[in-house]
């Protein structure tokens, strides 16, 4: 085995066997941290950022956000819809 090109975030590991890549996988199990890539007797693990946790983060806390908002101004517009409805059948009912 040959560690190369090492990065913050990932690990280029050379001349893995097949074999040892499984034994990897199974001793991580499936709830890891970190993504695997092998290719022809090349493993690499990625291990995300904590910039790219946040990241992803706050897009989902803001995209989270803005469906509340449009849900919330198509309730009050609903609302006003149905007022002013209520309002000219009773203007209506007064003819």
Same mark, same amino acid.
Do not use: A, C, H, P
């Given at each position: 085995m040959t560690v190369a =090109? +090492?990065?913050a @975030?990932?690990?280029?590991?050379? @001349?893995?066997s097949w074999q040892q890549f499984e034994n990897l996988l199974k001793d991580?199990?499936?709830h890891r941290a970190a993504r695997l890539a092998y290719d022809r007797t090349t493993l690499e693990i990625i291990i995300p950022l904590p910039e790219n946790i946040i =990241? =992803?983060?706050l897009a989902l806390r803001?995209?989270?956000s803005l469906k509340s908002w449009l849900l919330q101004i198509k309730i009050l517009t609903l609302f006003r819809f149905l007022i002013l409805t209520y309002s000219i059948q +009773?203007?209506?009912s007064f003819d």
């Open positions: =090109k +090492n990065r @975030d990932r690990v280029m590991l050379y @001349d893995i991580l199990g499936e =990241k =992803k983060s803001f995209k989270t +009773n203007l209506k």
